[in-house]
C-alpha cells in the first residue's frame, strides 16, 4: 500500500491527504475485538504513517526513539517509555519526530465494547462518561506515573502479539485492558481534560442542564443560544464537538430515555408517556420509538410485564 509523505504544518481540513485505505483497513474480530500492531516506522515511506482514523480505540507505548503525532489543532512529540491513547474518530497522522532515528512503538487495538460491555453498565458510566471523553481525542501519558508504573506487567501482557483462542487468556487480557483503563481514566484522561476544557466543561454543563431542564417543551434553538451566549452556529458546532452528538439528536436521546422510565415505573397510557416526554404526537414517538429500541412502546411495556 502507497503511503506519502506530508510536511507539518499541513494545509486546512479539506485538503489533508486522508489515506481511506488505511481508514478501511482494520477489521477486528467482533467476537473478541482487539488486535495488537508493532511497527517500525523505517517501514513506512519517510518514516510516516498517513492520516487516517479508525472505529477503535488506539492505545499506544513508544518503545525506540521519539514519534510526533500530528493531530487538527497541534502535534504532540512522545518519547520513548511514554503513551498515547487516541480515541475512535480522531484523525492523525505519525512519523518519526527524527527522520534519521525512525522510531518504534506498539498498539494495542481495541472496541470501546471491551471495556463498557453494555450501554448504561457500570463501567460505562463510571469510566466512559461522554461528557468526559468527548472534550478531547487525544491523551499523552508517562510510563513513570506510579499507578501506570504499577501495571507495566499489565501493558507487557495485552502488547503480545498472540491470538486469544483460550477463553481464559481472552478473559485475563480483558480484565487487565480494563485495569488499565481505569489506572488511565483516573490519572491521565480525567485530568487532561479537566485542565484543557475548564470554560468548556462549565458551558457544556449550562447546555445540558437547560435542555434536560426543558426537554418537555417544544425545543426552540434560539432559545438556549440566548441561555449559554453564543450563536446559532457556534452553539451547534460547540455541541457536537462536546458531545459527538447533534443538540437534536441528544434531546431526542434523553426524552426516549425518560419515556423509558416512565414505560418502567407508571401505569400511564402511550400517548400519555408521549406528551409527558416531549414528543408531539403519539405517532412519532412510536415511531422513534421502535426505530431506536426495535419494538414499539406497547411491545416493550408488555414484554417488561411478563419479566415481572
Known sequence: MQRGCYNWPWKPMDTIPVDNELNSL??????????????????????????????????????????????LNHQERIETGEGFLILPGILHSIRSSETECPAKYQTV????????????????????????INRNGFFHFSMDCESLFLLADDFHDIFQDIYWEDVFLKNQI????????????????????NKAFQLDDARLWKMIDFLQ??????????????????????????????MNMSISEYILEYRLSQAIFLLDNTDGSITEVALQTGFSTTSYFISIFKKKMLLTPYEYKIRNKEKI
Request: net charge positive.
Open 26 to 71: 482494520l477489521r477486528l474480530n467482533p467476537e473478541f475485538p482487539l488486535a495488537v500492531s508493532h511497527d517500525n516506522l523505517s517501514s513506512y515511506k519517510n518514516s510516516f504513517v498517513n492520516w487516517h482514523k479508525q472505529g477503535f480505540i488506539e492505545l499506544s507505548v513508544v518503545t525506540e526513539n521519539m514519534v510526533t503525532v500530528n493531530l
Open 174 to 193: 480483558h480484565q487487565k485492558l480494563q485495569k488499565i483503563w481505569i489506572a488511565l481514566w483516573d490519572n491521565v484522561i480525567v485530568f487532561q481534560a
Open 109 to 132: 487495538l481495541f472496541d470501546p465494547c471491551m471495556l463498557t460491555g453494555f450501554r448504561g453498565s457500570y463501567f460505562e458510566k463510571n469510566y466512559y462518561k461522554p461528557e468526559i
Open 213 to 242: 431542564t426543558n426537554f418537555q417543551k417544544k425545543f426552540v434553538l434560539d432559545d438556549l443560544c440566548d441561555y449559554v451566549n453564543l450563536s446559532r452556529s457556534a452553539c451547534c458546532r460547540y455541541f457536537r464537538r462536546m
